[in-house]
């Protein structure tokens, strides 16, 4: 696994041996941000279930302004902390559940605003569970912001009120949906 662009582009990431972490794949994450353009300048990021960052370390490398990456689990924590070190193309790391983060940024910082964020549970996680992270992270997305969800191919696609499906990407056995938020 590696950054596909951008100034740490062709570097390699550091992943959690064992199952419990699912990066995208390359391909994958080549096919979206390739779908969403070059142009990343100014845009803060927000990666859930960040596992390795792969998602949100590729932003920073294609000219994001900064990113937050929120995980749990310490084996992919460690491997997160280690490639953010490596690229030394900054992001911030909050050690913790995501249902948590959601609810203690807004209290710390009602202005906080992503223009991006990336949501990539693992496989396994109930879509009710999903669904009700994704409204709360919807919260945190500006107005012309864009939210980026990563399930397994076959699963419905969750409704989340507030949230508007704009595209949907199938890349192997992963279903891409990105949504807009609807004012």
């Not at 792969?54 to 924590?77: N, P, T």
């Not at 790391?93 to 710390?108: D, H």
């Not at 549970?121 to 864009?146: F, Q, W």
Request: proline residues 4%.
């Amino acid at each position: 696994m590696r950054i596909i662009a951008g100034l740490a582009g062709g570097r390699t990431l550091r992943a959690p041996s064992g199952l419990r972490t699912r990066p995208m794949t390359d391909r994958a994450r080549q096919a979206l941000f390739s779908s969403m353009g070059s142009d990343f300048r100014g845009v803060r990021v927000l990666d859930l279930y960040a596992g390795t960052g792969s998602l949100g370390l590729e932003a920073l490398s294609r000219g994001a302004a900064g990113a937050v990456f929120v995980e749990q689990d310490s084996a992919a924590l460690e491997a997160l902390r280690h490639n953010i070190t490596a690229l030394g193309i900054g992001g911030e790391v909050w050690a913790g559940e995501v249902a948590e983060y959601l609810v203690s940024a807004r209290k710390k910082n009602p202005d906080l605003r992503f223009e991006l964020i990336f949501v990539d549970p693992p496989y396994e996680m109930e879509i009710e569970s999903v669904c009700k992270n994704l409204a709360a992270a919807s919260d945190l997305l500006t107005s012309d912001g864009r939210l980026v969800l990563h399930r397994r191919l076959g699963e419905s696609p969750p409704r989340v009120e507030g949230l508007k499906s704009d595209r949907t990407q199938t890349i192997g056995t992963a279903r891409i949906r990105r949504y807009r938020k609807v004012e």
